[in-house]
Every structure is written in structure tokens, then in C-alpha cells.
């Protein structure tokens, strides 16, 4: 089952490679990883999606992420009401004949052309993972070139306070 | 105005504020400005120069364990480095606060593969509670006060430095940084909310057959008052882990015991046969859970640990208190029921009867026992030593034979099975022992993967007697080849040089014992002497550890000594 989780980091060098380090030494499966800077000097913010099918494994993956000494703050929301989204770049296949078709299909995916040579197209599309699946799977009969994926961000809806890091622990009015 | 300093002045500087009073270590070109600079401070810290620098990180580490002091090992880059990494290891696995001093070649040759250059906190990040590469002379002094508040707070573990040649020789205006230590991410948690107490009191005294097991949490956060009004008040039995021992007097009516792998028997039944577990500072390892799915499978478990992701990792409990175990039990005594626990005492006594009739001292031997000699080492040090054991059987029968009654007396590699741990350790805990004899029990083989440092105890005049329980084989690995192997006794008979001329080739007296009324007026000899001692017992070849659970089975699932006891000895 997949967990995901949002984790505050000190900005330092090495960070990084310190929660990578602990998912592969505790042999969590780890799915996707993306950080940046946050609304806070010094402060970045991760989402970390995970793969765990234990309980008590899925249970323990957060509080190895606090024993980390950079690591100020991490929030299961897996359960909670979020705003999840991932970008993607895809590369097709789309001569002269095809260009318009994709064209068509980029628009009903409220995807972008971001780039145009003669006989390929890269589309940028944002939203959930399904969304991004689904896209991939009707640009495939083109021809695709190459796929690059950011991986999920989440971000809780509503006013939260991400302090005490417990899901139980936030205020939760959002909606879906 | 401040007075200007170099980086390597700083680092001693630090180590002075610190309390240290002594280091261990091995110096090389990358940390010869600190060492250069140790000149100037040599009225304040004593160096113990090392025979290789994993005996310094083993050194640092018997002296934290044995003083609750934070102890510094130092070292070169690279190979000076590498050669810690099973120290650090060691040390991370059993929470002892060390502080790892390391040099680095210099910040513009990080990353080009200088001579001696490893990624040394790349290599160090799994075995460490926390590590950092200084890249300025002015972060040097904030984060040496880090490093030794992490090593020590919440649970502790080892902490390494890594400075490179430039930041120790680069110079600044130095003042000792007063301000708090600030650590967004680090938090070490205090004390049990209402809830969690009701919740676990309420099971407390309603259980009919509790088990406390006791940890080295119990030492760590100094609990063993608490642990004791504790179990007094509730007549609940206690039985402790391999590091543990000494959390509750092993003479205590309430001690039943070591748990595990090579527990007594009668205290696995014990936990299989509870209806409530309270874990206090452990962390259910496996060799003292056996199998998990069918680990006391009766029992509502508590578990009072201060590290949080050691609560629900491997069993799964009905209350965690994620806090500090000596606070939690000042809190929980006040609530705990006054019971006898009559029919529950009873059954137990019940299954050390049984225990006793197999008892192998009772056995009559052709040949000196390890169990013997170690049960004598006991007698002759009035069970008041500080033990070091190494890895192996020998460390299962002093667990077994030698009783300790004081907390701190028992030193030992547990969680990471470090061969070679005790004699590098046992010299580091001499530096804190003023008054207790510190007692080496060692193998054949263990001595030998860190032998080179009986010239540093020589040249220390470090007092430590070293028990080296011969027995012809890697001992321990031969036992589970005879009964998982079908006795194929490959790579473990050993061969050794004669230890005694050892000992006088390291201009230190040694002497050989392999009869047992000789091991206390050998002993009485080194006891005599101040300085190191090396005694060999030679010892029974092919004796076992009893009982033992088979590694994944069930807790309960022992193999017994034979009550007819030579039978299964022939080969």
C-alpha cells in the first residue's frame, strides 16, 4: 500500500543523501522522491512516496525519518485530505501528419507543448498520477520518445498546523 | 578582544570544556596539526596511542560505557578512518556516546582522490548517530558542542567529526560559543502523557503473570532505583538482556534471569508463558525474541523506549511510551498495585528446578570447563569485577556464571557481535575503574583479531587482567556446526601462539591454567600485580552453551544440556 509522506529538512549538503540512505539501509521501498525549497529560510520539503506492505514496517518509516538529526518535521498524509500532483515531459514521435493529433490530445489533458522540432513534440502535463498515466497510455500508439516525471508533491488542503507531525494531531478542514 | 586560534587548538579546546580527560587514538598526515597542537594541552588530556584505530573507537567506547561519559577516539583520513567504521558500528548498535575525531584532506582536495582520502562521512552515515565534514575553521567549535550533546542525549550513539588539514590550521578569533545547542530536528523525547500511564497502569495491575524485561535503557537513563521499587512493588519477575545485566542485582529474589537465545530456560517459559510484557529500555532483537510470530503469544506487551522507531518495529505492543524510562517509571510507580503474585511465582520456581538439575557445575569433568573458569574468575573477584567479554561462547557463560550485582560491571559487544571488542575495551574502561578490578574474558579466537593492542596496555600500564578461554576452536560457530551442521567442523579449529610467551614477548606476565583448583592462586597472582596480566585457561574442547534457542525458533523451543552430560561429547 502506498504511504506518502511530507517531511520539513534542514537545508544542508548531504541531506539528501541521508533519507535515501536510510530507505535503502532499513530496505523501505521507496517510489518517489521529490524535494525543494519551502516557504522557510533554510528549510526544504520533501515528499516521499513509499511502498510497504507491513504494518509495522509502514509504521516505523516515519519515526527512522525524525532520528535523523536534519530532519525537523514529518507528516503521514497518506489518510489525509491532500492536494497531490506530479509533472511530466513527455517526448513523441509526431511528423507533420501526427502533430495536430497530439495536439488534440495535449488539449483534452489541459496539457502544454513545450517544445517543437520537425518530427517530435515534448508535452508538459501536471495532475494526479492516473491523469499521467492515462496520457502516456494515449500518446503511446505515436511513439514515445522519452518520459521524465517529477515524482508526487502533496500538500495537505485546509489550514494545518505541521507542527507535532502526527496526522491525528492537525486540524483538517479541507475537502475533497 | 578574542585570542586567535587555530582549528586544531579549537578542537582541544572543545575536548577540555567537554570534561575529556582522555583520548584515544593513532595520528597520521591529515590530523597532525590536532596532533601537533595536543602539545599545548597535555597538562589537561592524556592520549593513548592505539595499536590501530579500531581499538581506539573500542577504547572510547568501554570508557563511555563504563564511566556515562562520552568517549573520543581519534584518527588520520582515510585508512585511519576506515579502520573505525567497526567501532562506530559497535558502538551505534549498543548506544554508546562516542565522539569520532577524524582528519580530512584539505577542503580544495575533497572529491580529486587524494593520498589518503575517503568520503569518510559517506562511508560513516549508516554506522552514526549523526556525522559532519567541517568545511569552516568557524563552524569547528559549535559543531564539536553538537556533536558531544547528540552522542549523549536522548539515545545516545556514536558521533564523528571529520575536519580537514586546512580548517585545523586555518586561524580565527576564538571564543567558546555559549549559546544553546539549536537543533531544529532533534528533540529527545521527556516523560509519558496521562493517557499512555492510565493505559498501561491498567495493565499493570490487572496482570496475573507480568515480566518486566529489562534493557541497557535501564542503565542508560540511570533507572534502576526505579526499576526495582518497580518490580518490588508488583512482585514482578525480572529478566534482562545480554546488556541489561547489572540494571537489577543479580542476587535479587526478583532477577530471574538473562532472556534469549542463550537465556535461562525457565525465564523463556517465563515470557512465553506471561499474560503482560513490560519492556523497559530494549529493543526485542532477535536473539532475545526467537521467532517472531510465536513470541510470547499470550502477553499484552508495554514498551517504554526512548527511541521512538523502536516502538511496533519488531513487536507489535499494546502501549508505547516513546519517552525517557527512568522519568516514565517515577511516574508509573506511585500507581502500581501492592500483589504477591503467588501462583505466578510459583510456576516459575517450578521451571528453575528444573534448570538447576541440570546445572553443569554439578558435573564432574575429566577436563577444566569454560563455565568452571569462569564461575572461579567470579569467585576470586568477589563477583565485584568489571567484566569485559568478547564474542562467543565465552560471553554467553560469563552471562550465565558470573553474577553482577552493580550496574556498569558488565561490558559487551552485543548488538553487532564485534569479535576483538574486549581487550581494546577493557583498556578504555581502565582509565575510568579507580577502584574495581577490570576482568577480560575473552576466546582464542576473539583475542586475536585485536591482540596488537596488548603492547598499548602495556605501555599504559593499563590494569587489566585478560582471561583468555581457550579452547582450541571458534567456539561458538563449532557449536552450531555440531548441531545444525552435522558436526562438519570446518575453518573453526584455531591455531594460537603459546599466549604465555606472548605475554612476556609484550614484557607483561602471563601464565596457563587448565586445572580448576588452580585458577584462583593464579589469579591471586595477577591480582597481586598491578598492570596487565594474561591468563590462559585452557579448556574443554567441545563443551557447549546451554540451553539454546535454535536461531528463528520458537523462545521456548530450547535445546536442553543433556542431564547425562558426556553422552553427546564424543568426536
Same mark, same amino acid.
Given at each position: 500500500m502506498k504511504q506518502t509522506l511530507v517531511a520539513q529538512v534542514e537545508d544542508k549538503p548531504g541531506v539528501l543523501n541521508r533519507v535515501a540512505s536510510l530507505f535503502r539501509r532499513r530496505n523501505f521501498n521507496i517510489e518517489s522522491l521529490a524535494v525543494g525549497h519551502s516557504e522557510i529560510p533554510g528549510v526544504s520539503r520533501m515528499t516521499i512516496?513509499?511502498?510497504?506492505?507491513?504494518?509495522?514496517?509502514?509504521?516505523?518509516?516515519?519515526?527512522?525519518?525524525?532520528?535523523?538529526?536534519?530532519?525537523?518535521?514529518?507528516?503521514?498524509?497518506?489518510?489525509?485530505?491532500?492536494v497531490i500532483r506530479e509533472t511530466a515531459l513527455i517526448k513523441v514521435h509526431a511528423g507533420s501528419t501526427e502533430r495536430g493529433q497530439v495536439m488534440d490530445v495535449a488539449e483534452m489533458y489541459r496539457a502544454r507543448i513545450v517544445d517543437v522540432a520537425t518530427d517530435t513534440l515534448i508535452v508538459e502535463v501536471t495532475g494526479e498520477s492516473e491523469k499521467i498515466e492515462a496520457m502516456i497510455g494515449v500518446l503511446d500508439p505515436f511513439g514515445i520518445i522519452e518520459i521524465m516525471r517529477t515524482g508526487k508533491i502533496?500538500?495537505?488542503?485546509?489550514?494545518?498546523?505541521?507542527?507535532?507531525?502526527?496526522?491525528?494531531?492537525?486540524?483538517?478542514?479541507?475537502?475533497? | 578582544m578574542a585570542e586567535l586560534k587555530t582549528g586544531a587548538e579549537i578542537v582541544w579546546e572543545c575536548l577540555v570544556q567537554e570534561g575529556v580527560e582522555v583520548v584515544f587514538g593513532y595520528p597520521g598526515g591529515a590530523i597532525l596539526p590536532t596532533y601537533d597542537a595536543l602539545n599545548k594541552y597535555r597538562d589537561k588530556i592524556h592520549h593513548v596511542l592505539t595499536r590501530h584505530e579500531q581499538g581506539a573507537t573500542h577504547m572510547a567506547d568501554g570508557y563511555a560505557r563504563a564511566s556515562g561519559k562520552v568517549g573520543v577516539a581519534m584518527a588520520t583520513s582515510g585508512p585511519g578512518a576506515t579502520n573505525m567504521v567497526t567501532g562506530l558500528a559497535t558502538a551505534m548498535m549498543d548506544s554508546s556516546p562516542i565522539v569520532c575525531i577524524t582528519g580530512q584532506?584539505?577542503?580544495?582536495?575533497?572529491?580529486?582522490?587524494?593520498?589518503?582520502?575517503?568520503?569518510?562521512?559517506g562511508v560513516t552515515l549508516p554506522v552514526t548517530k549523526h556525522n559532519y565534514l567541517v568545511m569552516e575553521v568557524a563552524e569547528l567549535a559549535q559543531t564539536i558542542r553538537e556533536a558531544f550533546y547528540i552522542a549523549r542525549t536522548g539515545r545516545p550513539g556514536p558521533v564523528l567529526v571529520d575536519i580537514p588539514k586546512d580548517v585545523q590550521n586555518a586561524k580565527i578569533e576564538f571564543e567558546y560559543p555559549t549559546d544553546p545547542i539549536n537543533l531544529p530536528g532533534y528533540h529527545p523525547p521527556e516523560k509519558a502523557t496521562d493517557e499512555e500511564l492510565?493505559?498501561? =497502569?491498567?495493565?499493570? !495491575?490487572? /496482570?496475573?503473570?507480568?515480566?518486566? @524485561?529489562?534493557?541497557?535503557?535501564? $542503565?542508560?537513563?540511570?533507572?534502576?532505583?526505579?526499576?526495582?521499587?518497580?518490580?518490588?512493588?508488583?512482585?514482578?519477575?525480572?529478566?534482562?538482556?545480554?546488556?541489561?545485566?547489572?540494571?537489577?542485582?543479580?542476587?535479587?529474589p526478583l532477577n530471574?534471569?538473562?532472556?534469549?537465545?542463550?537465556? =535461562?530456560?525457565?525465564? !523463556?517459559? /517465563?515470557?512465553?508463558?506471561?499474560? @503482560?510484557?513490560?519492556?523497559?529500555? $530494549?529493543?526485542?532483537?532477535?536473539?532475545?525474541?526467537?521467532?517472531?510470530?510465536?513470541?510470547?503469544?499470550?502477553?499484552?506487551?508495554?514498551?517504554?523506549?526512548?527511541?521512538?522507531?523502536?516502538i511496533n518495529k519488531n513487536v507489535k505492543v499494546d502501549v508505547g511510551i516513546n519517552a525517557d524510562l527512568g522519568t516514565v517509571l517515577r511516574q508509573i510507580n506511585p500507581g502500581v498495585k501492592a500483589r504477591n503474585r503467588a501462583e505466578w511465582w510459583g510456576k516459575i520456581r517450578d521451571w528453575q528446578e528444573d534448570a538447576n538439575e541440570r546445572e553443569i557445575l554439578q558435573v564432574e569433568t575429566p577436563t577444566l570447563l569454560g563455565a568452571q573458569?569462569?564461575?572461579?574468575?567470579?569467585?576470586?573477584?568477589?563477583?565485584?569485577?568489571?567484566?569485559?567479554?568478547?564474542?562467543?561462547?565465552?560471553?554467553?557463560?560469563?552471562?550465565q556464571y558470573y553474577e553482577h550485582e552493580e550496574p556498569f560491571t558488565l561490558l559487551t559487544s552485543g548488538g553487532l557481535g564485534t569479535m576483538g571488542f574486549s581487550l581494546p575495551a577493557a583498556i578504555g574502561a581502565s582509565f575510568n575503574e579507580k577502584e574495581?578490578?577490570?576482568?577480560?574474558?575473552?576466546?582464542?579466537?576473539?583475542?586475536?583479531?585485536?591482540?596488537?593492542?596488548?603492547?598499548?596496555?602495556?605501555?599504559?600500564?593499563?590494569?587489566?587482567?585478560?582471561?583468555?578461554?581457550?579452547?582450541?576452536?571458534?567456539?561458538?560457530?563449532r557449536q552450531w556446526q555440531q548441531l545444525f551442521y552435522e558436526a562438519r567442523y570446518g575453518e573453526t579449529p584455531i591455531y594460537s601462539p603459546d599466549f604465555v610467551k606472548l605475554a612476556e614477548a609484550y614484557r607483561m606476565p602471563g601464565y596457563r591454567v587448565d586445572k580448576l583448583e588452580d585458577v584462583i592462586p593464579t589469579m591471586r597472582k595477577a591480582q597481586e600485580q598491578d598492570g596487565p596480566v594474561l591468563i590462559e585457561f585452557v579448556v574443554e574442547q567441545h563443551d557447549m552453551v546451554y540451553p539454546m534457542v535454535p536461531a528463528g525458533a520458537d523462545l521456548d523451543a530450547m535445546i536442553r544440556r543433556p542431564h547425562a552430560r558426556f553422552q553427546n561429547m564424543e568426536m
Open positions: 512516496v513509499t511502498d510497504e506492505e507491513e504494518y509495522l514496517r509502514r509504521n516505523v518509516i516515519r519515526t527512522n525519518l525524525l532520528k535523523l538529526i536534519n530532519v525537523i518535521e514529518v507528516q503521514d498524509v497518506t489518510d489525509m485530505p491532500c502533496a500538500m495537505t488542503r485546509g489550514q494545518v498546523v505541521p507542527r507535532n507531525g502526527s496526522a491525528a494531531g492537525v486540524a483538517n478542514n479541507g475537502n475533497k | 584532506v584539505a577542503t580544495g582536495a575533497i572529491g580529486g582522490d587524494a593520498f589518503q582520502e575517503t568520503d569518510v562521512t492510565a493505559a498501561a =497502569l491498567e495493565l499493570i !495491575n490487572k /496482570a496475573d503473570r507480568p515480566v518486566i @524485561l529489562a534493557g541497557h535503557g535501564v $542503565m542508560m537513563s540511570g533507572a534502576m532505583k526505579e526499576l526495582r521499587e518497580f518490580a518490588e512493588k508488583g512482585s514482578i519477575p525480572v529478566t534482562t538482556t545480554l546488556l541489561g545485566i547489572g540494571g537489577l542485582p543479580d542476587s535479587h530471574i534471569g538473562m532472556m534469549g537465545m542463550h537465556g =535461562l530456560a525457565c525465564t !523463556n517459559h /517465563a515470557i512465553q508463558e506471561a499474560d @503482560l510484557l513490560i519492556a523497559c529500555g $530494549m529493543r526485542f532483537d532477535d536473539r532475545v525474541t526467537g521467532k517472531l510470530e510465536t513470541y510470547s503469544p499470550k502477553s499484552k506487551k508495554i514498551h517504554i523506549e526512548i527511541d521512538a522507531s523502536e573458569a569462569i564461575r572461579a574468575i567470579w569467585e576470586g573477584t568477589d563477583g565485584n569485577a568489571l567484566v569485559v567479554s568478547d564474542v562467543g561462547q565465552h560471553q554467553m557463560l560469563e552471562a574495581r578490578e577490570v576482568w577480560v574474558i575473552v576466546g582464542d579466537g576473539s583475542i586475536q583479531m585485536t591482540i596488537t593492542e596488548l603492547a598499548t596496555a602495556v605501555q599504559e600500564k593499563a590494569n587489566v587482567k585478560i582471561a583468555i578461554i581457550n579452547n582450541g576452536y571458534l567456539g561458538m560457530v
